[in-house]
């Protein structure tokens, strides 16, 4: 890995062109970073390319990072800290709204459909397409994947606070495991985990709006069809909130 203090000077000037407010971190966090990095995202995955998702996006996790620790005005700590302290963890589907895991939205009929927004059965809200808000937490979306064996999702379209991006085609970079069935076993696992990489990362910070919308082609008629989208990301929050194992105590959005 590259000298986190360098990578911290440099992400300072992306800092001030996103017009965000950061605290530096300290030697010490600078190590927990480390670690925390290492173990909990790069080495932690089976596949090579995950972790190498992780150790190419170095310089925007740690933006990420500063940008809380201004937020929370306090250390950041490890996987484990204590509740005074902040940490870094794999981003989850409960983080974003969608509920108690990514697999909790899992059909979809052709065409476009709402998959992040205030009207989940999670969040219980009322108006399909509204964005939700950002809770106490800040996440660096690095990709978009899916769990599914076949995915079906063809495209999806990021709203960020009134602001809609290109909508990103996904269709050809995620491969179906069914052909390939003649490969060597560690090939097939290599592909299990499948996603497309944001060459433009996606930071979200409290009170920042967000919905995303996904697209099925017609081509399967007017069945559902099985797709589990998710996103790869870091996100930043309270040690003390992410000791709670019951997570419809927590309010995130």
């Not at 052709?110 to 989940?120: F, K, Q, V």
């Not at 996904?214 to 998710?230: A, M, S, W």
């Amino acid at each position: 890995m590259r000298n986190l203090a360098e990578i911290q000077r440099a992400v300072e000037y992306m800092a001030i062109d996103l017009n965000v407010v950061t605290r530096l971190l300290t030697e010490d966090e600078m190590e927990n970073f480390r670690r925390s990095l290492l173990k909990t995202f790069v080495h932690s995955f089976y596949d090579f390319e995950v972790g190498q998702l992780f150790l190419r996006s170095v310089g925007e996790i740690m933006l990420g990072a500063i940008i809380a620790k201004e937020k929370f005005y306090c250390e950041l700590g490890n996987e484990l800290g204590r509740s005074y302290n902040f940490g870094m963890y794999l981003t989850r589907a409960y983080f974003l709204g969608i509920g108690e895991d990514w697999h909790a939205a899992n059909e979809w009929k052709p065409g476009d459909s709402w998959w992040i927004h205030e009207a989940t059965e999670f969040l219980g809200g009322y108006c399909p397409g509204n964005e939700i808000t950002i809770g106490e937490q800040v996440t660096v979306i690095l990709a978009y994947g899916s769990l599914a064996r076949n995915p079906k999702i063809e495209r999806i379209q990021i709203h960020k606070s009134g602001i809609e991006f290109a909508t990103i085609h996904t269709s050809l970079h995620f491969a179906d495991l069914k052909l390939l069935q003649d490969l060597d076993v560690y090939t097939r696992r290599s592909m299990i985990l499948k996603y497309k990489e944001f060459d433009s990362k996606l930071i979200l910070k409290e009170n920042d709006r967000l919905k995303v919308r996904v697209t099925v082609p017609d081509i399967y008629g007017v069945e559902k069809v099985e797709d589990i989208p998710f996103f790869f990301g870091v996100t930043f929050m309270m040690s003390g909130v992410a000791r709670t194992l019951d997570i419809s105590r927590i309010v995130w959005v």
